[in-house]
Structures are given as C-alpha cells and as structure tokens.
C-alpha cells in the first residue's frame, strides 16, 4: 500500500509521523510524498490554538477532496479533543486520539487487514528513509505534560507523561544515522519531565545518547525553565551537543507569569540564562511570548518589553493571545482588546527582528560548521542557493555553481554578512580543499 503521511502544529508531531514512516515501510507499504498518489491518508491534527484546530479540519477537507478513493485517518490533538466533529467530515474512516497513536500503524494493520511483509524478509538491523530531507530527525522521547499551564490546551489532549525507554531510543537514533541523518533533536510534550515515570532524566538520556551512538550532532528542543537540574550545563562539555536551548518565557511580569500558572519568576529566567552562557561556548538562546494575556496591564507589558530587551534572544516566537476553550485563561476577567494585542505584537515583532539582526553581526567575518539542507534552490542564472544552520542554529545560506552539491554535508563556513529585511540570517563562504 502507498501511504501518505502529514501533520500541522509541533516538533512532536513531525516526530511522529516520522516513526509511522518507519513502522510502514518496515511492514512493507511505501510512503510517499504525494496525497494524490496514496491509497491511506494519515493526518496527525493540532489543537494549540482556536486558529489550529480550524486548519486540522481545512486540512482534512483538502485532503479528501484531493484524493477522494484514499481512505483517511486523523489522529492527534484535535482528533482527540473533539472526535466526534471530526469523525462528521466527508470522507473521514477512522479517527484515532492519542491515546492509540502510538500502535497506528498495527490497528490499521489488523483492522483493514493491510498486507504486511513476513517478519523474516526483513532484513536485521535495515534502517528507512522518510520523504524529504534526511538532514535533522526528530525523536520523540516522552508525551504527556504534568504541568497545568492556564493558557494551554495540550495537556487535556496529550494526557500524562509517558517516557520511552533509553535503550529504544539510541537505537533509534543508531538506526536514524545509518540512514544518513547527520543530526537528532530530541521532542517532547514536556521534554524537561523525561524519565520521571522509569527512574531516568533528559541529563541520563543525553548522557546515553552521546556514548552510545555517533550521530554529529544532538539538539534539544522546547524546554521549560523550570526543568533544568544543577549541574545541567555540563552536558554541553561534549561538542557533539549543539549549544541552542529553546527556553519558552512567555511573559517579563512577575504578576503574569502568575496568572499563567509558570513556575519561575523573571529574576529566576535570569539567573539561569547567565548560568547557560557562563557554561556554553557561542550558546545561542531563543523563546516564546505571548502578547496580551489576560490581566496584561500596560506595565506589566512594559515590564515584558524591558526584560527582553535585559536578556537578548538569538530568535522570539511571538504568539498573540486568544482564547481557547477548555483552558483556565479563557475564563480569566480583564481580557486585553484586540487593537491593543495588535501594537503590542507589532512592537514585539520590531524589537525581536533588532535583537536578531544585532545577534547575527556578531558572527560577520567567525569561520563555524554548517550543516547544509537540501536540495538546494537553483537559480536563473546557473548558481544554487543552499541554506543550513551552524551549531548553535543560525541560519546561514551560501551561493554554490551548479553540480556542487552540498545536502547533507557539515562543511566550515566563512560567514561574510547579513541578508534578509530585516536581517534574519548569515551569508557565508565555503572553501573546499
């Protein structure tokens, strides 16, 4: 069978179809990039936001339309939360929550009574190719989230924490490299709680990783603030860990973070991000905000504003509040009105784009490896644009004659200067011996 496989919201869900990617073609079938070219469509759907579960059923609509003899699955947060509104769109066979997600591919097996490929026509040890780059995989090593976050559905829809075991991970990771990845980040609903359910922690597991596998490169994704144990930044002793920690803030005001339910203060966040780069070479640090949460007064907003402004980030993911039902803060009073969610997201924007901007002219003229993605883009003239991203994910994009191929190669790189408007990136030059 040719399968389809898609998903819309977090790195988790990426990572996801990623390991049902494998499952398939390991029993056989074959995954193909196409819908129009599949016979099963399987959509991993997200709920973050109000704005999120309205693209899952646009998605699922699209889908169904574009391929009308396909039978469909959703599966994921939405699929969770409201099965049965999902289950009402045409052409919609199975919805599966999250709770059965992570046997998919064997219910489908059993249930449709897909044809499988005999356990032993499968060769030990065989590694897969997921559509697509083969630049950066994403390994899920936990779901679920303990925390109670005011503003965040996920919670609901990914129930508690679930770790998997050190051992399946690095031979994930061993398999992944096999297959040509060059580099692993590790994903989570709650990352920073991994092991809390078997006796382990996110340090053991980086621990394991390093020595027992040989992949260049490991990253960490999203991570709470309040997760890091003493002694944490260590780990980075190891070069083969990327020095990038996305540490989500959400907010400079003591009252709001409060009000949010986060569990540090902003002198706390501070503290920590001094430690970091006290203890990381080159450590690159990024986050998240949210612009006009409930009760957001005008100092709390400025509050916001200067610390940002105190600690600096390498990139801000902005996010303007909106409701979401079945979360503390949609019941919360003093909600902030539109226009001022707007100047207030505006001045963000502007402020994240100087940080950003000021950040990267500190690497113009610093030689740093990049791990190049591909395939390039060619251009009229002949050339080729390749973009890819330094250790502490910078993005970076050089200029190569055609025939030079660069996918998936980690190459020193001269970095020249700025391009984007405003600035989002390093160009740079590549002197190949």
């Not at 977090?10 to 193909?32: D, K, P, S, Y």
């Not at 059923?57 to 999902?86: D, F, M, S, W």
């Not at 997600?101 to 064997?106: I, Y």
């Not at 986060?262 to 905000?289: H, V």
Request: overall charge positive; some cysteine; aromatic content about 6%.
């Amino acid at each position: 069978m040719k399968i389809a496989l898609t998903s819309i919201g977090c790195r988790l869900n990426e990572a996801e179809i990623a390991t049902w990617a494998r499952e398939f073609q390991l029993a056989g079938h074959e995954v193909v990039t196409a819908s129009a070219d599949a016979d099963i469509l399987i959509f991993n759907t997200c709920a973050v936001t109000t704005e999120a579960a309205r693209k899952s059923r646009q998605i699922v609509k699209r889908l169904h339309r574009n391929n009308p003899g396909a039978k469909l699955v959703a599966t994921g947060c939405y699929a969770t939360l409201e099965p049965e509104k999902l289950a009402r769109i045409m052409g919609v066979d199975l919805v599966l929550g999250n709770a059965d997600k992570d046997r998919l591919v064997s219910h489908l097996t059993g249930e449709w009574h897909l044809p499988t490929m005999p356990e032993l026509a499968t060769e030990p040890g065989a590694s897969y190719v997921y559509p697509g780059s083969r630049t950066r995989a994403f390994v899920k090593v936990q779901d679920g989230c303990r925390n109670r976050c005011t503003f965040c559905i996920v919670t609901v829809a990914r129930g508690e924490e679930r770790s998997r075991g050190v051992a399946a991970i690095v031979e994930e990771i061993n398999a992944l490299h096999q297959a040509g990845y060059q580099e692993a980040v590790l994903t989570g609903v709650h990352l920073g709680g991994y092991g809390s359910d078997i006796d382990e922690s996110l340090s053991s597991l980086v621990r394991a990783i390093l020595a027992d596998t040989d992949i260049p490169r490991l990253r960490l994704s999203s991570l709470e603030p309040w997760d890091l144990p003493e002694r944490f930044f260590e780990l980075w002793q190891n070069p083969r860990l990327m020095p990038h920690l996305h540490l989500p803030l959400q907010s400079g005001s003591d009252r709001i973070l409060r009000r949010m339910a986060r569990r540090y203060t902003a002198a706390a966040y501070a503290r920590l991000i001094a430690a970091a780069r006290a203890a990381i070479p080159d450590f690159n640090l990024t986050t998240d905000l949210i612009v006009g949460f409930p009760g957001e007064s005008e100092e709390a907003w400025a509050q916001t504003v200067a610390f940002v402004q105190r600690i600096g980030f390498g990139h801000i993911h902005i996010f303007t509040y909106s409701t979401r039902a079945g979360t503390a803060a949609a019941r919360m009073p003093n909600q902030v009105a539109g226009a001022v969610k707007r100047d207030r997201s505006r001045q963000l924007h502007a402020l994240a784009a100087r940080m950003k901007a000021q950040i990267l002219g500190r690497y113009v003229g610093a030689t740093r490896s990049v791990l190049w993605e591909g395939p390039g883009e060619k251009l009229p003239a002949g050339d080729v644009r390749w973009t890819g991203y330094t250790e502490n994910y910078l993005r970076v994009e050089t200029m190569t004659p055609a025939g030079l191929n660069l996918e998936n190669r980690i190459l020193p790189v001269r970095l020249t200067g700025l391009v984007g408007e405003p600035p989002d990136r390093l160009t740079g030059e590549i002197a190949l011996a």
